[in-house]
T-cell receptor
Framework: EPEVTQTPSHQVTQMGQEVILRCVPI?????FYWYRQILGQKVEFLVS????????KSEIFDDQFSVERPDGSNFTLKIRSTKLEDSAMYFC????????FGEGSWLTVV | DAKTTQPPSMDCAEGRAANLPCNHS???????VYWYRQIHSQGPQYIIH???NNETNEMASLIITEDRKSSTLILPHATLRDTAVYYC??????????????FGQGTELSVKP
């Protein structure tokens, strides 16, 4: 069964450093998403992406965040200067009709 | 904001049916009911969705009331691996729309031996 894959599974970074989280969506999907989940809290929408541009973003998705589809297969989330409160699980998702999620990337900012 | 109300937690005996309720009294005519689950901080897993009619797949059944103001997800023979947080989400059909899912707090289902 096709699946969304994410790398790295876990990353520890120092505050202020840039982080890039990578995702390979399901191959025939056209819509892509990033969500995050702070430990013990609910899953929160960050951004949706279609046709090489952002279609919607939440208040959380501020100027520190950016998304890109650099090569037609990967879909990346960049955090320019990480803060302690960016520590969370980040989920990538993609869809044709139904949204399917990856297993997530744990980001720990120290 | 999430448009659904779910009990925060439920228990179920292994091998029995787990019936998870969801209230969505403000649902609109074009909105579907989606169910996802999250096992121990893994990525949310799609279970089933429906509009008006009851739906069944290899994982679960979805029963939607005639007025569509509530629904029940049924796991017919719960196993320990079904222990998870179950999310009921209401939104318009995602087909050809760049829409998103809004997650609430969900129901934490504990399946006990």
């Amino acid at each position: 069964e096709p699946e969304v894959t994410q790398t790295p599974s876990h990353q520890v970074t120092q505050m202020g450093q840039e982080v890039i989280l990578r995702c390979v969506p399901i191959s025939n999907h056209l819509y892509f998403y990033w969500y995050r989940q702070i430990l013990g809290q609910k899953v929160e929408f960050l951004v949706s992406f279609y046709n090489n541009e952002i279609s919607e973003k939440s208040e959380i998705f501020d100027d520190q965040f950016s998304v890109e589809r650099p090569d037609g297969s990967n879909f990346t989330l960049k955090i320019r200067s990480t803060k302690l409160e960016d520590s969370a699980m980040y989920f990538c998702a993609s869809r044709e009709n139904t949204i399917y999620f990856g297993e997530g990337s744990w980001l720990t900012v120290v | 904001d999430a448009k659904t109300t779910q009990p925060p937690s439920m228990d179920c005996a292994e091998g029995r049916a787990a019936n998870l309720p969801c209230n969505h009294s403000t649902i609109s005519g074009n909105e579907y009911v989606y169910w996802y689950r999250q096992i121990h901080s893994q990525g949310p897993q799609y279970i089933i969705h429906g509009l008006k009619n009851n739906e069944t797949n290899e994982m679960a059944s979805l029963i939607i009331t005639e007025d569509r103001k509530s629904s029940t997800l049924i796991l017919p023979h719960a196993t320990l691996r079904d222990t998870a947080v179950y999310y009921c989400i209401v939104r318009p059909s995602l087909y050809n729309q760049g829409g998103k899912l809004i997650f609430g707090q969900g129901t934490e289902l504990s399946v006990k031996p």
